[in-house]
């Protein structure tokens, strides 16, 4: 796998072969001393009021908008000057209010320096979930709901991937299927992982390996429950994690240590 550096200036909490855990804050732009980052594959929290054990989900939207701009810019910072950014993010939101979510954070990203590419609609298929009608069968006030999320592809300075190892463990129908942004698998279940938001392996599966190559760093701002970390372990690439919850952290250990080896 090539060697895997020491890439904080904090303590690392768990290291397995090619992956690191970090317990730490993304808003400090002090964490990571230079950059490493050859992709990121993140599910940001979405400020909708879930319970997270250790993070705020209830801010006011321009306080959002504004922790989002800090820790994108902060990965930014980090990243390598091809790297890409996948970015898992709501279409949109109604609960406080209706919000443009996805073309909020997609322009805060450009601000901080990402360069666009494109977006996926990840078709979960969540309908059943939905409890918010606006006017019950009138057009007074109704409430249009998307059941879809986006998975936004930016870019740092060039798009082309000219370094790494150039290797590739895609198919051509995965290809094929994968290039088509209309992504239809079913999200992930909270108590079978035993956090509030996971989102299921097919996603960051998908991401690493249309986005990067074997042996590159993958990177989680937000590591959660660990899935980008398993999953990029188990397709030969290298992968940092960071999360401000220790709880957190202790479930992706487990996960690295009973999951890499078994994709899925």
Request: aromatic share 14%; charged share 25%; with cysteine.
């Amino acid at each position: 796998m090539g060697e895997f550096n020491h890439f904080a200036n904090k303590q690392e909490y768990f290291r397995s072969k090619n992956v690191v855990l970090y317990l730490g804050d993304v808003l400090d732009q002090t964490f990571f001393e230079e950059p490493f980052i050859d992709l990121i594959v993140t599910s940001p929290p979405y400020n909708v009021g879930i319970n997270y054990s250790s993070n705020d989900d209830e801010l006011s939207y321009d306080q959002y908008l504004e922790f989002s701009k800090k820790w994108m810019s902060n990965c930014y910072k980090w990243s390598n000057t091809q790297a890409r950014f996948l970015l898992n993010i709501p279409l949109d939101k109604n609960k406080g209010g209706q919000k443009s979510v996805g073309s909020d954070l997609t322009k805060i990203a450009q601000e901080v320096g990402w360069k666009y590419h494109s977006t996926i609609i990840w078709n979960e298929g969540n309908i059943s979930r939905r409890t918010a009608w606006g006017s019950w069968l009138s057009a007074s006030a109704p409430f249009v709901i998307a059941p879809v999320e986006l998975i936004v592809i930016l870019y740092k300075d060039q798009w082309k991937k000219t370094n790494g190892t150039r290797k590739s463990d895609m198919t051509k129908q995965e290809f094929m299927d994968w290039t088509n942004g209309l992504w239809t698998f079913n999200g992930e279940s909270k108590k079978k992982i035993g956090h509030p938001t996971p989102f299921p392996k097919e996603l960051p599966y998908r991401a690493i390996k249309l986005f990067s190559y074997q042996n590159d760093l993958v990177f989680d701002p937000f590591s959660g429950s660990g899935t980008t970390l398993v999953v990029a372990a188990n397709t030969e690439r290298r992968a940092v994690g960071i999360d401000i919850d220790e709880n957190y952290c202790e479930l992706a250990k487990n996960r690295i240590l009973n999951e890499v080896g078994t994709l899925f």
